[in-house]
Structures are given as C-alpha cells and as structure tokens.
C-alpha cells in the first residue's frame, strides 16, 4: 500500500475512537482540575523509527494531526501507560465500555481536552517481535468545519449513510455504509465510474484514470449494512 493509503486507513482508524461518548459537549464531567491542566503531551517512549512524517489530514471537517511510530515497548506495557497518561495529564477517559474496539489484537484508546475541545487517540499494533506500532492521532473539535458532497470524487448510492470524508496530502478517502449486496455495490460504481471516465484495472476494484487512481472496497456490516471505502490518489502521469 502505497504512503497515502497508509495514512488514510490509519485516520479513518483513528476517527473510529471519535464516539459520541468521547468527543467535547457529550456529557464529559466538568472538573475543575482538567480545566486548569496544561496542553497534553504524549509520553516519552523508545522509538526504534518514525513510519510516517507527520501529517495533517482533515477527516470529517475535523483537522487531525496524525504522526506513526515504531517503538520498542510491547503493546501489553503501553496500554496501562497511555491511559495512565491521559489521567495524569488531566484529560476526561471514557470508561472501557464507551471506548472503540480495535481487531487483530490491535488496541485502542480515546481521551479528551474539554477546555481545548481536542481529542487524542491512539492505535496500538503489535509486531512479531514484541515491538509495537502506534498511530498517534490529535483531532481538533474547536477548528471542525461542516462537510458536504460538492467535492466528493465519487457518487454516493441512494441511501447510503455515515458518511466519513478524509482528505490528506494526495489523497482523498469516502466512507459510507449502505443496505446493498456487494454485487449490486459492484454493478453501481463500474456504471458510475465508468460513465466519469475511469477504467477497470487489473485487480478487483481498482480503477485509473490519467493522473489519479481509484481503489474501491467493501465488506458486510451490521443490520443488513455494507460497509464501503473508496481511496483517490493522485499519481505521476
């Protein structure tokens, strides 16, 4: 996968931990303490390299700072160290049950700044060799803009809901749910995108048109929905 898609399915991870439970004006207990404590800063860690450069990616109208890190600790150590660090650092922490769940024995974890209205989260990904991997994600509530489909680079089908849109460097990222069978998916974006000038190729959902390239996937999700991810990236000509 190329960088963009990368950070694109990190943020849209990221954006999972964005729960009505965690994010500003949901019910956060109002204390005295959080709103006198300092900017929060991320814990000091042994970081075997960086994955990505930071980037600033804008998903769902929220600007989220997103930076990725290979670190030595294992990933059974850094999940008590980050919720530790978010209550020290003064930050609101949804209890267990209110926090998103992260497959393939992945972790995640959401806290927030209800004076600066900023959420942080973190995805930790274990490796083979005990080290671990760790998207740190700072979206900012105070700066959200509203969202809409003038722009969007595809059409949506009817009834499609949820509606997700991340845009970083080079690449753009539509996420949606809709009450259709993956074929009838299929049958609606060859027409659509076909009809907009793009061409199939050679692997199952991926099209191409001068300059840009498409890739298109989807997989069941719950109440008879379908879960849908379409990624735009620009590319050399």
């Known amino acids: ?30 204390a005295g303490v959080q709103q006198a404590a300092p900017r929060f800063a991320w814990p000091r860690l042994q970081v075997i390299a960086h994955v990505e450069s930071s ?14 890190v290979h670190v030595k600790e294992n990933i059974r150590d850094l999940v008590q160290r980050f919720a530790d660090a978010f209550r020290d650092g003064g930050l609101y922490v949804p209890p267990g049950k209110e926090q998103a769940q992260y497959a393939n024995n992945a972790a995640m974890l959401t806290a ?4 600066r209205r900023i959420t942080y989260t973190v995805v930790m990904m274990p490796q083979a060799d005990g080290t671990t991997t760790l998207y740190l994600g700072e979206a900012n509530h105070a700066l959200a803009r509203p969202q809409d489909a003038a722009g969007d680079f595809a059409p949506l089908p009817p009834r499609a809901n949820g509606v ?31 009809k907009a000038g793009w061409k199939r190729g050679d ?17 069941p999700d719950k109440d008879g929905q379908r879960g849908v991810v379409l990624i735009h990236q620009q590319r050399a000509r």
């Open 164 to 194: 997700l849109r991340v845009n970083a460097e080079g690449s753009r990222t539509l996420t949606f749910q809709v009450p259709l069978t993956g074929p009838q998916v299929d049958a609606f974006y060859e027409d659509a995108l076909a």
């Open 203 to 219: 692997e199952p959902g991926l099209y191409s048109r001068p300059g840009a390239e498409l890739r298109l996937t989807h997989q």
């Open 1 to 30: 996968m190329t960088r963009a898609g990368r950070v694109a399915g990190a943020v849209l991870s990221l954006l999972s931990g964005l729960s009505a439970q965690a994010a500003p004006d949901a019910g956060v207990p109002d």
């Open 112 to 115: 927030l700044d209800p004076k």
């Open 55 to 68: 980037d600033i990616v804008e998903a769902g109208g929220i600007p989220v700072a997103l930076r990725a």
